[in-house]
Protein backbone atom coordinates (compact mmCIF):
# COMPACT_ATOMS: atom_id res chain seq x y z
CA UNK A 1 0.00 0.00 0.00
CA UNK A 2 1.92 3.15 -1.47
CA UNK A 3 1.86 6.09 1.56
CA UNK A 4 0.15 9.19 0.98
CA UNK A 5 2.30 12.39 -0.19
CA UNK A 6 1.46 16.09 -1.28
CA UNK A 7 3.18 17.20 -3.81
CA UNK A 8 3.29 21.15 -3.96
CA UNK A 9 3.70 22.61 -7.17
CA UNK A 10 4.78 25.72 -7.52
CA UNK A 11 3.50 28.22 -10.06
CA UNK A 12 4.51 30.01 -11.60
CA UNK A 13 7.49 27.82 -12.36
CA UNK A 14 9.37 26.89 -15.40
CA UNK A 15 10.01 28.82 -18.82
CA UNK A 16 10.05 32.66 -19.25
CA UNK A 17 9.22 34.97 -22.02
CA UNK A 18 12.51 35.10 -22.72
CA UNK A 19 13.65 31.55 -23.03
CA UNK A 20 10.08 30.94 -24.72
CA UNK A 21 11.54 33.83 -27.78
CA UNK A 22 14.79 32.34 -27.94
CA UNK A 23 14.08 28.60 -28.39
CA UNK A 24 11.59 30.02 -30.83
CA UNK A 25 13.90 32.39 -32.69
CA UNK A 26 16.57 28.78 -33.23
CA UNK A 27 13.36 26.72 -33.78
CA UNK A 28 12.51 29.67 -37.04
CA UNK A 29 15.79 30.33 -37.86
CA UNK A 30 16.34 26.63 -38.34
CA UNK A 31 12.92 26.64 -40.82
CA UNK A 32 14.06 29.64 -42.11
CA UNK A 33 17.33 29.12 -43.38
CA UNK A 34 17.92 25.61 -43.22
CA UNK A 35 20.46 23.58 -40.72
CA UNK A 36 22.63 24.05 -39.52
CA UNK A 37 22.41 27.49 -37.66
CA UNK A 38 25.39 27.87 -35.34
CA UNK A 39 24.27 28.77 -31.46
CA UNK A 40 26.71 30.87 -29.84
CA UNK A 41 26.91 29.09 -26.36
CA UNK A 42 23.58 27.11 -25.20
CA UNK A 43 20.47 29.23 -26.09
CA UNK A 44 19.51 28.53 -22.58
CA UNK A 45 20.94 26.27 -19.96
CA UNK A 46 19.05 23.43 -20.19
CA UNK A 47 20.45 20.27 -21.58
CA UNK A 48 16.99 19.22 -22.62
CA UNK A 49 16.38 21.83 -24.81
CA UNK A 50 20.22 21.83 -26.22
CA UNK A 51 19.43 18.03 -27.45
CA UNK A 52 16.33 19.09 -29.01
CA UNK A 53 16.90 21.68 -31.17
CA UNK A 54 20.63 19.65 -32.05
CA UNK A 55 18.37 17.12 -33.33
CA UNK A 56 16.57 19.54 -35.63
CA UNK A 57 19.53 21.09 -36.86
CA UNK A 58 21.34 23.76 -34.02
CA UNK A 59 24.95 23.27 -33.59
CA UNK A 60 26.54 25.01 -30.81
CA UNK A 61 29.75 26.20 -30.19
CA UNK A 62 31.28 28.69 -27.78
CA UNK A 63 32.81 31.20 -29.89
CA UNK A 64 31.69 33.37 -32.79
CA UNK A 65 35.43 32.01 -34.02
CA UNK A 66 34.09 28.13 -34.35
CA UNK A 67 31.13 29.27 -36.91
CA UNK A 68 31.52 28.98 -40.96
CA UNK A 69 31.06 32.50 -42.09
CA UNK A 70 28.43 31.36 -44.56
CA UNK A 71 26.03 29.68 -42.06
CA UNK A 72 23.86 32.05 -39.77
CA UNK A 73 24.82 32.08 -36.01
CA UNK A 74 22.27 33.16 -32.74
CA UNK A 75 23.59 34.22 -29.61
CA UNK A 76 21.87 32.92 -26.39
CA UNK A 77 19.44 34.28 -24.23
CA UNK A 78 21.89 35.59 -22.05
CA UNK A 79 23.68 38.75 -23.79
CA UNK A 80 26.62 38.86 -25.36
CA UNK A 81 29.49 41.72 -24.99
CA UNK A 82 29.42 44.46 -28.06
CA UNK A 83 32.56 42.85 -29.38
CA UNK A 84 30.54 39.77 -30.35
CA UNK A 85 28.11 41.44 -32.90
CA UNK A 86 30.80 43.69 -34.58
CA UNK A 87 32.68 40.78 -35.52
CA UNK A 88 29.87 39.02 -36.61
CA UNK A 89 29.02 42.00 -38.67
CA UNK A 90 32.90 42.54 -40.05
CA UNK A 91 32.57 38.35 -41.25
CA UNK A 92 29.37 39.93 -42.69
CA UNK A 93 27.98 36.48 -41.11
CA UNK A 94 23.71 36.64 -40.75
CA UNK A 95 23.16 36.90 -36.67
CA UNK A 96 20.13 36.88 -34.99
CA UNK A 97 20.58 37.84 -31.60
CA UNK A 98 18.25 36.00 -28.62
CA UNK A 99 19.25 37.80 -25.71
CA UNK A 100 16.02 38.34 -23.93
CA UNK A 101 15.00 42.13 -23.74
CA UNK A 102 14.98 42.48 -20.04
CA UNK A 103 18.76 41.62 -20.25
CA UNK A 104 19.12 43.92 -22.92
CA UNK A 105 17.36 46.71 -20.99
CA UNK A 106 20.24 46.29 -18.72
CA UNK A 107 22.90 46.59 -21.07
CA UNK A 108 21.11 50.13 -22.04
CA UNK A 109 20.94 51.12 -18.77
CA UNK A 110 24.62 50.62 -18.56
CA UNK A 111 25.37 52.12 -21.66
CA UNK A 112 23.25 55.56 -20.51
CA UNK A 113 24.87 55.68 -17.23
CA UNK A 114 28.10 55.30 -19.21
CA UNK A 115 27.21 58.36 -20.98
CA UNK A 116 26.29 60.14 -18.25
CA UNK A 117 30.14 59.69 -16.98
CA UNK A 118 29.41 57.63 -14.31
CA UNK A 119 31.50 54.07 -13.15
CA UNK A 120 29.67 50.85 -12.76
CA UNK A 121 29.12 48.50 -10.64
CA UNK A 122 27.59 45.38 -11.72
CA UNK A 123 26.05 43.17 -9.05
CA UNK A 124 26.49 39.42 -10.69
CA UNK A 125 28.46 35.82 -10.74
CA UNK A 126 32.22 36.14 -12.32
CA UNK A 127 32.34 33.87 -15.37
CA UNK A 128 28.17 33.81 -16.02
CA UNK A 129 27.65 34.44 -19.72
CA UNK A 130 25.43 37.14 -18.60
CA UNK A 131 27.46 39.21 -16.59
CA UNK A 132 30.48 38.65 -19.27
CA UNK A 133 27.93 40.40 -22.09
CA UNK A 134 26.42 43.02 -19.42
CA UNK A 135 30.28 44.09 -18.58
CA UNK A 136 31.08 43.35 -22.18
CA UNK A 137 29.13 46.50 -23.04
CA UNK A 138 31.17 49.15 -22.03
CA UNK A 139 34.94 49.35 -22.10
CA UNK A 140 37.05 47.40 -19.97
CA UNK A 141 37.77 48.78 -16.10
CA UNK A 142 34.10 51.09 -16.57
CA UNK A 143 32.27 48.02 -14.64
CA UNK A 144 33.38 47.18 -11.06
CA UNK A 145 32.12 43.27 -10.35
CA UNK A 146 30.66 42.52 -7.20
CA UNK A 147 29.06 39.36 -6.10
CA UNK A 148 28.58 39.57 -1.88
CA UNK A 149 28.42 42.10 0.36
CA UNK A 150 31.86 41.40 1.37
CA UNK A 151 32.66 42.56 -2.01
CA UNK A 152 31.32 45.54 -1.72
CA UNK A 153 34.72 46.50 0.47
CA UNK A 154 37.07 45.78 -1.75
CA UNK A 155 36.22 47.70 -4.66
CA UNK A 156 38.23 51.24 -5.43
CA UNK A 157 35.80 53.26 -7.90
CA UNK A 158 37.21 56.27 -9.71
CA UNK A 159 34.97 58.98 -8.27
CA UNK A 160 32.90 57.80 -5.71
CA UNK A 161 30.28 60.52 -6.34
CA UNK A 162 29.92 59.26 -9.76
CA UNK A 163 28.55 55.60 -9.81
CA UNK A 164 25.63 53.00 -10.96
CA UNK A 165 24.78 49.92 -10.32
CA UNK A 166 23.17 47.12 -12.35
CA UNK A 167 22.35 43.77 -11.75
CA UNK A 168 22.69 40.21 -13.38
CA UNK A 169 18.64 39.40 -14.21
CA UNK A 170 18.60 35.96 -12.14
CA UNK A 171 20.14 36.77 -8.79
CA UNK A 172 18.32 36.09 -5.40
CA UNK A 173 16.17 38.95 -4.60
CA UNK A 174 16.96 38.95 -0.75
CA UNK A 175 20.83 38.72 -1.52
CA UNK A 176 20.55 41.12 -3.69
CA UNK A 177 19.00 43.85 -1.41
CA UNK A 178 21.74 43.10 1.02
CA UNK A 179 24.50 44.15 -1.39
CA UNK A 180 22.71 47.20 -2.63
CA UNK A 181 21.97 48.31 1.13
CA UNK A 182 26.15 47.81 1.12
CA UNK A 183 26.69 49.55 -2.15
CA UNK A 184 24.43 52.63 -0.46
CA UNK A 185 25.88 52.81 2.49
CA UNK A 186 29.21 52.60 1.29
CA UNK A 187 28.22 55.09 -1.60
CA UNK A 188 25.88 57.51 -0.83
CA UNK A 189 25.37 58.74 -4.43
CA UNK A 190 25.16 55.59 -6.04
CA UNK A 191 22.21 55.68 -8.61
CA UNK A 192 20.70 52.59 -9.81
CA UNK A 193 17.12 51.48 -10.80
CA UNK A 194 14.01 51.04 -8.07
CA UNK A 195 15.12 48.30 -6.88
CA UNK A 196 17.40 46.10 -8.87
CA UNK A 197 17.07 44.60 -12.22
CA UNK A 198 16.32 41.25 -11.55
CA UNK A 199 13.22 40.07 -13.92
CA UNK A 200 9.33 39.48 -13.20
CA UNK A 201 10.44 35.66 -13.75
CA UNK A 202 12.92 34.79 -11.20
CA UNK A 203 11.28 37.21 -8.94
CA UNK A 204 7.69 35.20 -9.18
CA UNK A 205 9.66 31.96 -9.03
CA UNK A 206 11.30 32.72 -5.75
CA UNK A 207 8.35 34.32 -4.58
CA UNK A 208 6.31 30.72 -5.03
CA UNK A 209 9.37 28.75 -3.45
CA UNK A 210 8.67 30.51 -0.21
CA UNK A 211 5.40 30.10 -0.15
CA UNK A 212 5.47 26.26 -0.30
CA UNK A 213 8.44 26.43 1.93
CA UNK A 214 7.08 26.22 4.86
CA UNK A 215 4.65 23.12 3.79
CA UNK A 216 7.42 20.66 2.52
CA UNK A 217 10.11 17.91 4.26
CA UNK A 218 11.73 18.64 0.59
CA UNK A 219 12.09 20.95 -2.29
CA UNK A 220 12.89 19.43 -5.76
CA UNK A 221 14.26 22.24 -8.43
CA UNK A 222 14.35 21.43 -11.50
CA UNK A 223 17.28 23.09 -13.69
CA UNK A 224 20.52 22.51 -14.90
CA UNK A 225 23.96 23.17 -12.51
CA UNK A 226 25.04 25.21 -14.99
CA UNK A 227 21.72 27.80 -14.42
CA UNK A 228 21.98 30.51 -12.43
CA UNK A 229 18.24 31.21 -11.83
CA UNK A 230 17.29 27.49 -11.21
CA UNK A 231 20.42 27.48 -8.69
CA UNK A 232 19.11 30.85 -6.55
CA UNK A 233 15.61 28.53 -6.39
CA UNK A 234 17.65 25.85 -4.12
CA UNK A 235 19.07 28.23 -2.36
CA UNK A 236 15.74 30.31 -1.46
CA UNK A 237 13.74 26.77 -0.60
CA UNK A 238 16.62 26.79 1.96
CA UNK A 239 16.76 29.84 3.09
CA UNK A 240 12.88 29.96 4.06
CA UNK A 241 13.78 26.79 6.42
CA UNK A 242 13.42 23.59 3.81
CA UNK A 243 16.18 21.49 5.23
CA UNK A 244 16.56 19.19 2.21
CA UNK A 245 16.68 21.47 -1.39
CA UNK A 246 18.07 20.07 -4.38
CA UNK A 247 18.91 20.59 -7.96
CA UNK A 248 17.51 17.56 -10.29
CA UNK A 249 17.74 17.98 -14.16
CA UNK A 250 15.32 15.34 -14.64
CA UNK A 251 13.79 12.65 -12.38
CA UNK A 252 16.55 10.09 -13.05
CA UNK A 253 18.54 12.17 -10.72
CA UNK A 254 16.04 11.81 -7.71
CA UNK A 255 18.19 10.73 -5.14
CA UNK A 256 15.24 8.60 -3.21
CA UNK A 257 17.48 7.67 -0.28
CA UNK A 258 18.13 10.70 0.58
CA UNK A 259 14.90 11.73 0.55
CA UNK A 260 13.40 9.57 2.74
CA UNK A 261 10.35 9.12 4.37
CA UNK A 262 7.91 12.00 2.83
CA UNK A 263 4.47 13.70 3.51
CA UNK A 264 4.94 16.65 1.97
CA UNK A 265 7.33 17.33 -1.27
CA UNK A 266 7.83 20.94 -3.02
CA UNK A 267 8.34 21.01 -6.92
CA UNK A 268 9.66 23.63 -9.50
CA UNK A 269 11.41 24.35 -12.28
CA UNK A 270 13.96 26.86 -13.54
CA UNK A 271 12.86 29.63 -15.80
CA UNK A 272 15.02 27.38 -18.44
CA UNK A 273 13.45 23.87 -17.93
CA UNK A 274 10.91 22.37 -19.61
CA UNK A 275 7.09 21.25 -18.49
CA UNK A 276 7.82 18.19 -19.71
CA UNK A 277 10.64 17.58 -17.14
CA UNK A 278 8.37 18.71 -14.53
CA UNK A 279 5.76 15.83 -15.51
CA UNK A 280 8.31 13.22 -15.63
CA UNK A 281 8.97 14.32 -11.80
CA UNK A 282 5.30 14.16 -10.82
CA UNK A 283 5.29 10.57 -12.66
CA UNK A 284 8.55 9.27 -10.88
CA UNK A 285 6.82 10.23 -7.66
CA UNK A 286 3.49 8.60 -8.34
CA UNK A 287 5.24 5.63 -9.14
CA UNK A 288 6.36 5.67 -5.29
CA UNK A 289 3.63 7.28 -3.84
CA UNK A 290 0.48 8.18 -3.42
CA UNK A 291 0.27 11.46 -4.42
CA UNK A 292 -2.03 14.53 -4.41
CA UNK A 293 -0.85 17.25 -6.24
CA UNK A 294 -1.87 20.66 -4.90
CA UNK A 295 -1.12 23.54 -6.97
CA UNK A 296 0.20 26.93 -5.57
CA UNK A 297 0.30 29.73 -7.67
CA UNK A 298 1.46 33.20 -6.40
CA UNK A 299 1.52 35.22 -9.06
CA UNK A 300 -0.09 35.26 -12.55
CA UNK A 301 2.17 35.80 -15.60
CA UNK A 302 1.14 36.75 -19.26
CA UNK A 303 4.43 38.51 -20.68
CA UNK A 304 5.34 37.46 -24.23
CA UNK A 305 8.03 38.80 -26.47
CA UNK A 306 8.00 39.25 -30.42
CA UNK A 307 11.10 37.29 -32.07
CA UNK A 308 13.16 39.51 -34.37
CA UNK A 309 11.32 40.88 -37.32
CA UNK A 310 13.67 39.32 -39.79
CA UNK A 311 12.04 35.75 -38.50
CA UNK A 312 8.50 37.16 -39.29
CA UNK A 313 9.69 38.07 -42.69
CA UNK A 314 9.60 35.33 -45.38
CA UNK A 315 12.58 33.87 -46.69
O1 LIG B 1 19.66 31.52 -15.09
P1 LIG B 1 20.69 31.65 -16.14
O2 LIG B 1 21.04 33.08 -16.44
O3 LIG B 1 21.93 30.85 -15.87
O4 LIG B 1 20.10 31.14 -17.52
P2 LIG B 1 19.08 30.00 -17.94
O5 LIG B 1 19.05 28.90 -16.95
O6 LIG B 1 19.41 29.66 -19.34
O7 LIG B 1 17.66 30.70 -17.88
C1 LIG B 1 17.28 31.67 -18.79
C2 LIG B 1 17.71 33.04 -18.39
C3 LIG B 1 18.46 33.69 -19.51
C4 LIG B 1 18.94 35.09 -19.26
O8 LIG B 1 18.30 35.79 -18.26
FE1 LIG C 1 14.43 37.19 -19.57
FE2 LIG C 1 14.09 36.90 -16.94
FE3 LIG C 1 13.75 34.86 -18.55
FE4 LIG C 1 16.17 35.84 -18.17
S1 LIG C 1 14.91 34.82 -16.65
S2 LIG C 1 15.29 35.19 -20.09
S3 LIG C 1 15.73 38.03 -17.99
S4 LIG C 1 12.51 36.75 -18.54
Keep these: MPTDLTLYLAAPRGFCAGVDRAIKIVEMAIEKWGAPVYVRHEIVHNKFVVDGLRAKGAVFVEELDDCPADRPVIFSAHGVPKSVPAEAARREMVFVDATCPLVSKVHIEAERHHQNGLQMVMIGHAGHPETLGTMGQLPQGEVLLVETVADVAGIAPRDPAKLA ?13 DIVAALKARFPAIIGPHKEDICYATTNRQEAVKAIAPKIDALLVIGAPNSSNSKRLVEVGRAAGCGYAQLVQRAD ?36 FDVTVDLVETARENVEFKVPRVLREPA
Design 253 to 288: DIDWRALGALKAVGVTAGASAPEVLVNEVIDAFRAR
Design 165 to 177: FITQTTLSVDDTA
